[in-house]
């Protein structure tokens, strides 16, 4: 793992983290009512997708090893670039299908990390 891997990882875990204490108890509803809530969950999946990116260009092998980290960066570029064309729905259900998978994925190479 290269030096600056570690650091992209706890940023995308300290993200994600924050992205499923923020909705515990919520519902899509909520999400869709709550500008706050909302622009805070995408300011963390741009900090994600960012994080993400960073790392497949620092240390490729590291990043292929968290699956669909393309999708992660590429749904980034959606709420940077693409901001009108967000569907709640989508953002909703990558919260409740994708996040814990991702945080899991980052907490393996984290620990793998700290034993090397």
């Known amino acids: 793992m290269q030096p600056k891997a570690p650091k992209l990882l706890e940023?995308?875990?300290d993200a994600a983290a924050f992205i499923r204490q923020a909705v515990r108890?919520?519902?899509l509803d909520d999400y869709?009512?709550?500008r706050l809530l909302r622009q805070a969950?995408?300011?963390n999946f741009e900090i994600i997708g960012e994080a993400m990116n960073r790392l497949a260009q620092h240390d490729p092998d590291t990043s292929a090893r968290i699956s669909k980290h393309r999708q992660i960066?590429?749904?980034r570029n959606v709420l940077i670039?693409?901001?009108d064309l967000i569907d709640h729905r989508v953002v909703w259900s990558t919260i409740d299908e994708e996040v814990p998978a991702l945080l899991?994925?980052?907490e393996v190479l984290l620990q793998a990390?700290?034993?090397s």
């Open 11 to 13: 940023d995308i875990r």
């Open 25 to 27: 108890g919520k519902a």
């Open 32 to 34: 869709r009512r709550d």
């Open 41 to 43: 969950i995408e300011r």
């Open 73 to 75: 960066i590429d749904f």
């Open 81 to 83: 670039h693409g901001y």
């Open 104 to 106: 899991a994925e980052v």
């Open 113 to 115: 990390a700290r034993t």
